[in-house]
DNA sequence: TTGCTTTCTTAAGGCTTTCTTAAAAAGTTA
DNA sequence: TAACTTTTTAAGAAAGCCTTAAGAAAGCAA
């Protein structure tokens, strides 16, 4: 999962992206609006944690550029700013949740986990793929009720493709999604993650479409 | 707007009610799990906002119950149960949103607006021609619901056609739509994939004009 | 820290599909 | 029929993808 983390305390912010870290996500963290304008609009985000009070633009201001510019990523607002009425504002804006500090870093992950499970129209909090199961709060997966390990870059690659069964991903957007923007990586690791899928999970749970990426395919033989 | 409300208690039942129906939303007001149940099953509605605390079984079974059974219904619990455990457990059992009581109306309001703005972005667009289905978005191709696939000079040209579909097109447009000006295709290439389409999706997906160049046929033989 | 294990990244060779070309066959027009 | 256009076929070239393996990096345990 791929988050932009906005928030300008230096402490605050390496704790939560930390945290998130953790919990596996892929963090790009920044500290100023104009910044997070423009890496929510160089990049595919899964999910956007804005604080409202940054030192360059107000936090709400970022998120209606946003909404103007149409990028739709869900967004949680993280903020000191507690009353009903800020609250009110924040999502009539255009956010998706809010949560005021001080926060308690399990509901954040529970509540981002929900925000994804919502965008991708996933019914249950456990989703499955023919004879897979993922369970996104303990990142584990298992096959026929078999658990099977994967590393953290295969397991991100098939819950974003689990996440969006009919699409078709680019080879490009793919490594977006799996690595940082300053982290160029010039080769062909998706071909060789796809590889370590096929083997572990089946040759058919991705299917090449030749010239274009990979879609998600079946868990059968 | 369509919402299903489960509260046990009276007047906070009414209260919430009454406060929705002022908002224009179109309420249905149950007391207990089971009337939750059915009235989710019965019929579709925008959002769920749920108690945990029902006379006749938790608002936890009642939720999982739902997800199980494939009701994909937004869910905000709206509950006295305040801890962080609790929350998650909330939300990880596939709740959207948490709010905990008492509770301000205009935040759940709000967040209620949330949900429904997330919910209705739709998908994007088909594009049909007789019995094909182009799906623009993932690059994929149907007839009569049976996936067919293309190279990508054969997508392109059949995109391509189909985007103007009354329009006659000279060989030349064609192969100037088809490749870069620095790439010069001195030869047959476009009859070639006009060969290959009629092969793949019938003889009169595309006509000839004499002369002059190719024109969008019908699906049919 | 050190050494051990797992995971990541890169590159190269082999394999498969698609592209391009050319030439023969078929069709159309005058 | 002659002249011309379009279709079909086939084969070598090019591009795209898969697989393997090895060194680098990161994570972990003592």
Redesign the pocket.
């Known amino acids: 999962m791929k988050t932009l983390l906005v928030e300008d305390d230096p402490l605050l912010g390496q704790g939560i992206a930390d945290a998130l870290t953790y919990q596996s996500h892929l963090v790009e963290w920044v500290k100023t609006g104009l910044h997070a304008l423009s890496f929510a609009h160089a990049s595919q985000f899964d999910v956007i944690i804005l604080d409202l009070g940054l030192p360059d633009m107000d936090g709400l201001d970022v998120l209606q550029q946003l909404r103007n510019d149409n990028v739709l990523t869900p967004v949680l607002i993280l903020t000191a700013r507690s009353t009903s009425g800020e609250k009110v504002t924040g999502l009539d804006r255009g956010a998706d949740d809010y949560m005021v500090k001080p926060f308690d870093v399990p509901e954040l992950m529970a509540r981002l986990r929900a925000l994804q499970r919502r965008e991708s129209q996933q019914k249950s909090p456990i989703i499955t793929h023919g004879n897979l199961e993922i369970d996104p709060a303990n990142l584990s997966l298992s096959k026929n009720g078999e658990p099977i ?1 994967l ?4 397991y991100d690659l098939l819950l974003h493709m689990i996440n969006r069964p009919t699409q078709v991903f680019s ?1 490009e957007a793919l490594v977006d999604k799996l ?1 940082n923007w300053d ?1 160029d ?5 998706v ?2 993650y ?2 370590h899928l ?1 083997k572990k999970l089946g040759k058919h749970i991705i299917k ?1 479409i ?4 990979y879609q998600l395919g079946s868990t059968s033989e």
Do not use: A, C, F, L
């Open positions: 390990s590393s953290r870059h295969e080879r690595y982290n990586v010039s080769s062909n690791t071909e060789v796809v590889h096929r090449t030749r010239g274009i990426g």
